[in-house]
């Protein structure tokens, strides 16, 4: 069983930066590729970015691509997510999710615990 609890949302104008944090509980983190998903009102929940439990492949968005970027510390048990030039269509409540199996990185079907999500607001 893994717990996670995200961190570091918040209200930003457009063009600034937010780092969001997500910790994880248990002894297996660095076992889990984790990944980071984002739901706008109205919308389907959507792929951000992900980072491979092991050698820290990562994938990103498109829509992200140049301005996130997702990176783990295993020994605190933690993930991160780095935004940058922010627009106001990043607005959203972001979630962590962790995965142990395989299967597209890219798919939130294929991961197995969530957190609780953080809100991003970007204001123009």
């Known amino acids: 069983q893994v717990q996670l609890v995200e961190s570091g949302g918040g209200l930003v104008q457009a063009g600034g930066s937010l780092r969001l944090s997500c910790a994880a509980s248990?002894?297996?983190?660095?076992?889990?590729?984790m990944g980071w998903f984002r739901q706008a009102p109205g919308k389907e929940r959507e792929f951000v970015a992900a980072?491979?439990?092991?050698?820290?492949?990562?994938y990103y968005a498109d829509s992200v691509k140049g301005r996130f970027t997702i990176s783990r510390d295993n020994a605190k048990n933690t993930v991160y997510l780095q935004m940058n030039s922010l627009k106001r269509e990043d607005t959203a409540v972001y979630y962590c999710?962790?995965?142990?199996?395989?299967?597209?990185?890219?798919?939130?079907?294929?991961?197995?615990?969530w957190g609780q999500g953080t809100q991003v607001t970007v204001s123009s």
């Open positions: 248990g002894r297996t983190f660095s076992t889990y590729a």
């Open positions: 999710a962790a995965r142990k199996g395989g299967g597209s990185m890219k798919s939130p079907h294929e991961y197995d615990y």
């Open positions: 980072i491979s439990w092991s050698y820290g492949f990562t």
